[in-house]
């Protein structure tokens, strides 16, 4: 029997950050730069305004290792009113990571 204020359902899910992507993120550098692509889609995440296709450039933050999210930033698209944004996302529900590369 469950005490009161205790979630039953914590206790069935699993401890651990794992799969790929969570790897990478706990390995990642701040500031590294990813597409993102999400369970279930076919195309990196877009968050630029309107139906813009171009996939967005997050650039990492941390991970957290104790709730599996990740954070990360990514800017508006041109045209918008410029702006950085915080983007935070549980690690398990990423497919795929492009990593961007490293500006000279």
Do not use: Y
Request: hydrophobic share 40%; glycine share 8%; proline share 8%.
């Amino acid at each position: 029997m469950f005490g009161l204020g205790k979630c039953w359902w914590c206790e069935l899910l699993p401890l651990a950050c794992e799969g790929c992507a969570c790897s990478i993120l706990r390995n990642a550098r701040e500031g590294q730069e990813f597409l993102i692509m999400l369970k279930g889609t076919a195309e990196f995440l877009a968050l630029g305004p309107g139906q813009s296709p171009q996939a967005t450039e997050f650039s990492f933050v941390r991970f957290k290792e104790d709730s599996c999210c990740a954070i990360f930033t990514f800017s508006q698209q041109p045209g918008a009113v410029p702006a950085e944004r915080e983007f935070i996302i549980d690690c398990r529900s990423i497919a795929a990571l492009s990593p961007l590369p490293s500006p000279l």
